[in-house]
RNA sequence: UCCUUCUUAGCUCAGCUGGUUAGAGCACAUGACUGUUAAUCAUGGGGUCCCUGGUUCGAGCCCAGGAGAGGGAGCCA
């Protein structure tokens, strides 16, 4: 007999079935006549409340299921007498398949601050709250795929490993083989990387754009979904060394379509959240985040503020007496610009146009001469969840561009036959996965939002 | 990387002006209780006061250095 999940379990057409049950008990309460056991499978937040006569039972079978402890129960499947639940099974048969022992077992019924459950973050998943963080996760991430598999994307897979590192999003993790003791050295005394593993110096990828690109143009619209690697030295709650990055990428679409989507994109995903993940998010909700439901439904409802950097700027300008630093056209926008547009227009904003100096080589060049076409939406307290642009399509401007930013033009060959060969207009940006996770979990910490978090002076686990 | 706050029992935290044997709640154990909902009540065990050094008759408390964590900023997604 196969064992049934909790969460069918709960559902009333189980009553009056005969099932077992597998999981992880998460409290043990009771008295000489009657014990109940809480118990959670990971199929959803809600537990299974067993019922077990302690006569009809062993004592050292009781005594072993405790917090923790991973057990299987078989019994009907009733109408519950007590109020938290709709049914519970009256346990005829229990089995322990392994002891967490009190003394040393971590988790206990009462909750724990999210700070020390990062120090366990073996067990973390054991918890209401990460259970529910990465159920929502998951459907973050099978609902990306579903979007864009649904409008004609195609999922390209870009290199982990890369041997540009001109793309200028941030510090790279060096891959290599040498012997970091005693690496080979060429006649300048510098190490040697022709003699590593792939002939030249390699690191992991801190975007997936540039082959994005090159995938767009030939199978029109694509994506890449994959892990993404920053050593930036940058502590705070909204950064991690590796975190994974989706980052569409469009032939023929304009600077207006790359918003449509953006926008279109994230409303669906938030949604599909809601319409999903309903108890999860109901239950961070409730826990962490009162407003969450009411701000969720409210970014799928309205429309994002869409302006330029320029007129962002006049907004800012006037109440620069509010700042910290100061606001004027061609400075780049601090958190707490940011921050103040949000909440001036009462939701996500998408900025487009910004000056040529604070954004990438690749970004198409207004006519104006110093702006060009980059996007960024920001969302409440996240700040800016995607970054991306229309691309400069025009071989002879991509090259001059690249030149002004000293980008060696030997390394990006490839990169720039394809405005050689057959350029197009097209367009693409990049969305932050757990970023995206931290808003629809409310989280406040993106440790809290991935499941081993990788990030300066900690990559345990 | 910068600014700032913190580090005391398994967890969350008190700890007075530097002074005897470092406390509480929860967790855990034992007992009580005829259906509980993070059950309740009673009793009990449990400490490298982050580390190193210094000041002092005396340091959890003051000073210096270090480590780790949180928040803010920068970099960005």
Redesign the pocket.
Known sequence: MEHTSVKDLLNAASIGKTAIAKGWVR?K??????A?I?LNDGSTIHNL?L?ADPTKFDEETL?KI??GACIRAKGEVVA??????AT?M?VSELEVYGEAD??TY?L??????L??L?EIAHLRPRTNTFGAVLRIRHNMAFAIHKYFNDRGFFYLHSPIITGSDAEG??EMFRVSVLDAENPPRNEEGKIDYTQDFFGKETNLTV?GQLEGELGAMALGKIYTFGP?F?A??????????E?W?IEPEMAFHDIVDNQDLAEDMLKYLINYALTNCKDDVEFLNNMYDKELLARLQSVVDKPFKRMTYTEAIDVLVPNKAKFE?DVEWGT?L???H??FLVSHFGGPVILTDYPKH?K?FYMKQNDDGKTVRAM?VLFPWI?????GSQREENYDKLLQRMNEMHIPEKDLWWYLETRKFGTCPHAGF???F??LVLFVTGM????DVIPFPR????AEF
């Open positions: 409290t309460r009771g008295n000489k006549n009657v109940f809480a409340q019922v005594k405790t917090t519950s007498q007590g109020s938290g639940q519970e009256q009190v003394d971590p206990q019924k009462k909750g724990h601050t700070e020390f990062r999003a941030g975007s993404t920053r930036e030295n940058s502590n705070t709650p909204r950064h991690l060394a975190f990055m630093f780049d601090q958190k707490e940011e921050n604070i990438a960024d700040g800016e969840i995607i970054g990049g969305l932050g757990e970023r406040s910490n993106i440790r990030t300066p002076k900690n």
